[in-house]
Nanobody, 114 residues
Framework: QVQLVESGGGLVQAGGSLRLSCAASGSTAGINFIGWYRQPPGKQRELVAVLTSGTTNYAESVQGRFTISRDNAKNAVYLQINSLKPEDTAVYYC?????????WGQGTQVTVSS
């Protein structure tokens, strides 16, 4: 089992920045895919950033503004969000996959005011 706990969300003005953190615990060895998803109000959950095999990929809507990173020593994953826009308002979820098993965090709310 892997437990994921997100933190760092909050209310921020447009143009501001946030750094989301995801603390992983449990059987973290062998995690080969980690990512951040978000679910805007009334919309489906969407993938925004992925880190796998040392490669990062981003949704087009966040390219250049979001950065995903990982600290293996701390079992943590981060999402640096810059130049926030109101449309970035969403619950942000950390996701990890180990083999055929998938794990989700409980989410952290990011609200961007215009």
């Amino acid at each position: 089992q892997v437990q994921l706990v997100e933190s760092g969300g909050g209310l921020v003005q447009a143009g501001g920045s946030l750094r989301l953190s995801c603390a992983a615990s449990g059987s973290t060895a062998g995690i080969n895919f980690i990512g951040w998803y978000r679910q805007p109000p009334g919309k489906q959950r969407e993938l925004v950033a992925v880190l796998t095999s040392g490669t990062t990929n981003y949704a087009e809507s966040v390219q250049g503004r979001f950065t995903i990173s990982r600290d293996n020593a701390k079992n943590a994953v981060y999402l640096q969000i810059n130049s926030l826009k109101p449309e970035d308002t969403a619950v942000y979820y950390c996701y990890a996959r180990r083999g055929t098993y998938s794990y989700w965090g409980q989410g952290t709310q990011v609200t961007v005011s215009s």
